[in-house]
């Protein structure tokens, strides 16, 4: 089927609006022109961005994922976007892999800091696959980042600050999940210095699970010194239960996770873009090293 006549289908089934079927149909002509060159002929297809999400039992984690690579397809028409789950969620990270066959990918993990599943999990099971892959680095800490977690805080209610008075008894609490690699918690700490530059305010790197200090903790220690005002940054990809358990915490405000905001499809897309332009080994001899 041609993709005109598709969307005559498509319109038929649903009936849509001129402009929003005039958007789809530009959506269609720039993902076919995108493939072809100057010359008239088609160029091979980029390789695809395969997202790998954790996995939740909640599922509110799966729609949500899938929203935001939503957003990315519509940031990039063309560029083949896939999702594979670590674990708890299908599909799973090694059947995405298997549908690609010897195909190109490069995998992004939809995860915040270094950790176990990013140095060892996703490498051993892209290197048992038959795809060609890299993997890119975790996406945090990045500006992007922050501007997404500025702007849920925003949602949530935050307001800056008016004067100093004020200042002195505010804070957030950056409510992250939390591992036992170190180097996870030296990235989430940067996310925090970088938040409390935009905000103004003390910002303090805080977990639900394995690390510490606990969310509770965190805020016993910031009322113990003043601070009365303190809001609960959700420093995570999706809802579930750390999520839920932090907000709940909260004694003034809690943002929701950062979810399918746009700064994050941005931030998928930055990490695709950088792995490309940086000569690296596959994840199947960096496996194998």
């Known amino acids: 089927m041609t993709a005109s006549n598709q969307l005559r289908d498509e319109s038929t089934t649903f009936p849509d609006s001129t402009a929003h079927l005039m958007n789809r149909i530009s959506s269609q002509l720039a993902s076919q022109?995108?493939?072809?060159?100057?010359?008239?002929?088609?160029?091979p297809a980029p390789p695809a961005l395969v997202v790998v999400a954790h996995g939740s039992r909640d599922p509110r984690a799966l729609s949500t994922v899938r929203a935001l690579l939503d957003k990315v397809?519509?940031?990039?028409?063309?560029?083949?976007?896939?999702?594979?789950?670590?674990?708890?969620?299908?599909?799973?990270?090694?059947?995405t892999l298997a549908a690609l066959g010897t195909g190109e990918a490069v995998l992004v993990p939809l995860l915040l800091s270094r950790g176990y599943h990013v140095k060892r999990d996703i490498p051993e099971m892209a290197a048992a696959a038959p795809a060609h892959t890299r993997l890119s680095a975790a996406l945090g800490p990045h500006p992007l980042l922050v501007d997404a977690l500025y702007d849920r805080l925003v949602e949530a209610g935050w307001r800056t600050p008016a004067d100093e008075a004020a200042r002195r008894t505010t804070a957030v609490v950056l409510a992250a999940a939390g591992s036992r690699d170190p180097e996870s918690k030296v990235d989430t700490g940067r996310t925090a210095s970088l938040l409390s530059a935009r905000l103004g305010v003390p910002v303090v790197p805080a977990y639900a699970t394995t690390a510490a200090p606990t969310v509770p903790d965190a805020l016993r220690a910031l009322a113990a010194d003043g601070r009365t005002r303190v809001a609960v940054a959700s420093y995570f990809t999706a809802p579930g239960r750390f999520a839920t358990e932090a907000a709940t915490t909260a004694p003034w405000i809690a943002s929701a996770p950062l979810g399918p905001h746009p700064a994050m499809a941005r931030l998928l897309l930055h990490r695709y873009d950088q792995t490309l332009a940086t000569p690296a080994p596959t994840t199947r001899a960096l496996a194998s090293a």
């Open 33 to 43: 022109l995108s493939l072809v060159s100057l010359d008239g002929r088609r160029r």
């Open 73 to 95: 397809r519509e940031l990039r028409p063309g560029l083949p976007v896939r999702l594979g789950h670590i674990e708890l969620n299908e599909p799973l990270l090694p059947d």
